[in-house]
Nanobody, 114 residues
């Protein structure tokens, strides 16, 4: 059973930064694609960023230029670096991975507030 272990959420002021981590059990290369999603209170879960097995990335328009998704192969971990955070980024962030079926992390809370 594949597990995705997330960490790195917290409370940050507007304009601040956070880095989320997603560490899968087993090799990170087993997944065709990995993503970050987020779900704000009262809203549907939405995709934030994606990285493919060959390293291609894409982002939601709302986070382009502020968020970066990347992998550290040596640490077998995927990250989401979030800069210039805004209150509207407040949500539970979920790690997602796919390789013939979908896997989800448990979610980590990000709160952007002064």
């Amino acid at each position: 059973q594949v597990q995705l272990v997330e960490s790195g959420g917290g409370l940050v002021q507007p304009g601040g930064s956070l880095r989320l981590s997603c560490a899968p059990s087993g090799s990170i290369f087993r997944f065709n694609v990995m993503r970050w999603y987020r779900q704000a209170p009262g809203k549907e879960r939405e995709p934030v960023a994606m990285i493919s097995s060959n390293g291609d990335t894409n982002y939601a328009d709302s986070v382009k230029g502020r968020f970066t998704i990347y992998r550290d192969i040596a640490k077998n971990t995927m990250y989401l670096q979030m800069n210039n955070l805004k209150p509207e980024d407040t949500a539970v962030y979920y790690c997602y991975a796919y390789n013939s079926r979908a896997y989800w992390g448990q979610g980590t809370q990000v709160t952007v507030s002064s």
